[in-house]
């Protein structure tokens, strides 16, 4: 596609239910990102993805959050037991790999938990 | 660890006044630098980025910044605002390593006054 495409745009959820977020990355590029934006903690990272490497999960903020990227391409974050306190906005971006260093953000997707 | 730091939070202009947003770094070393902005309900579209060679770096609708290292800072300018300036800017590191996961700053809010 011709950007990064993030669905849904907007998640509702009660407390306690899982959540899954899904990442269309640009065609072509290898490495896939998740960030989380929320009021209180600003725009953090959470996990990469590059080709067929194992990702780096460094940020993910606790075992309820996990993510994995079928065929290279699109990737899906999945939260469960969502929690209050994981209400943000979720961003993914994609980078071309190998001599690419800018990262493509999509729209995001506004998570909120009742 | 790499940090980066928007002391102003919010900053207010009016239209057709010059700009000057500030952002220092702390980085081990030379970093990849990066300014994007984000409009209500958007992701985060780049601006200009900065890797080697001529501090004073040119990016899209019209804004520059300038990488000074000895001041561990890359502000962002531009000439004259516009009311379409209107939006949340944020400076990015991007780290060291292939990963290249971007640390962000909290954002500055800009307001643009008619």
């Known amino acids: 596609g011709a950007g990064v495409s993030q669905s849904p745009s907007n998640k509702v959820t009660e407390k306690g239910k899982d959540v899954e977020l899904r990442c269309d990355p640009i065609?072509?590029?290898?490495?896939l990102y998740w960030y989380r934006q929320s009021l209180g903690q600003g725009l953090e990272f959470l996990i990469y993805?590059?080709?067929?490497?194992?990702?780096?999960k460094s940020g993910l903020p606790s075992d309820r959050f996990s993510a994995e990227r079928t065929g290279g391409s699109v990737s899906t974050l999945t939260i469960q037991r969502t929690q209050q306190e994981d209400s943000a906005v979720y961003l993914c971006?994609?980078?071309?790999?190998?001599?690419?260093?800018?990262?493509?953000f999509g729209a995001g997707t506004r998570l909120s938990v009742l | 660890a790499q940090s980066v730091t928007q002391p102003d939070i919010h900053i207010t202009v009016s239209e057709g006044a010059s700009l000057e947003l500030r952002c220092n770094y702390s980085y081990g070393a030379t970093p990849y630098l990066f300014w994007y902005v984000q409009s209500p309900g958007q992701g985060l579209q780049l601006l200009l980025k900065?890797?080697?060679?001529?501090?004073l770096v040119q990016g899209i609708k019209g804004f520059e910044a300038e990488f000074k290292r000895s001041q561990s800072s890359f502000n962002l300018r531009k000439p004259s605002v516009h009311w379409s300036d209107a939006a949340e800017y944020f400076c990015a590191v991007a780290s060291s390593g292939s990963a290249r996961q971007l640390t962000f700053g909290s954002g500055t809010q800009l307001t643009v006054l008619p």
């Open positions: 993805f590059q080709g067929n490497s194992a990702p780096d």
């Open positions: 065609s072509g590029h290898t490495a």
């Open positions: 900065y890797f080697s060679g001529d501090t």
């Open positions: 971006a994609s980078r071309m790999g190998t001599g690419g260093d800018i990262q493509y």
